[in-house]
């Protein structure tokens, strides 16, 4: 997703109400929200140092929680963060941090980095810079995820965003403006994604070795390994 304004997320859909995003009642948006953490969850095995980019309130952190050794999660909206730090406070092995992922400044100290659920794209700006970034952070070996929607689940991804249109949480949805992959709001919002060849673009510019998997039809993984 991307807003209109570097920080959409940070004055628009902020701790509570980015909550209610996922409390989704629509069964195919869950299992697409579940799939995509036990995509990743499959392949810990309890001892990474991980690093999630744009991690909102932590809610996939939580998921992760038992499945490795320590986490760091990074978000530009300081209300997420706070509210995260409640949300997550049984949970010592996970902090959580205030940071624009554009300026990261890590090097070689993570064994993963996510950036999940259509992340990349909510972080505007430019995204071979802040895969670059990611990729930085890692230590050798280890494996950043990035994902983003199928081309194949878009009517899922429409009812979802009426869902949240609905709840207020969104503008009403400009049913002219959308369309191709593109679900534009009536108060500006606009929500992008990208394609496999968008990833075949940033794998093959990151200079390392990547892969790139759909999962459950909804969808897709960038994952370049250091």
């Not at 995204?127 to 009517?155: H, I, P």
Request: proline content about 1%.
């Amino acid at each position: 997703m991307c807003g209109k304004s570097k920080n959409y997320y940070s004055q628009k859909l902020n701790s509570q109400k980015l909550y209610q995003v996922y409390d989704t009642k629509i069964p195919r948006v869950k299992q697409y929200l579940d799939n995509e953490i036990d995509f990743v969850r499959k392949r810990l095995c309890g001892t990474e140092n991980v690093l999630e980019i744009g991690t909102g309130y932590g809610r996939i952190l939580k998921e992760l929680s038992h499945c490795a050794k320590s986490f760091l999660g990074i978000d530009i909206s300081e209300d997420s963060i706070e509210f995260g730090k409640e949300y997550l406070k049984e949970f010592p092995h996970i902090r959580l941090e205030t940071m624009d992922a554009h300026e990261l400044d890590f090097e070689d100290e993570f064994d993963v980095v996510l950036c999940l659920q259509n992340g990349l794209s909510a972080l505007k700006g430019e995204a071979l810079g802040l895969v670059k970034g990611c990729v930085k952070a890692l230590k050798k070996g280890g494996s950043a995820y990035f994902s983003t929607y199928s081309g194949k689940y878009w009517n899922w991804r429409l009812a979802w965003f009426e869902e949240q249109a609905d709840k207020g949480l969104l503008g009403k949805i400009d049913k002219k403006q959308t369309g191709e992959g593109v679900i534009v709001c009536e108060d500006g919002f606009r929500a992008i994604t990208f394609t496999e060849k968008d990833y075949v673009r940033l794998g093959e510019a990151s200079g390392y070795k990547y892969e790139i998997q759909e999962v459950d039809e909804s969808s897709l993984f960038l994952i370049i390994i250091k």
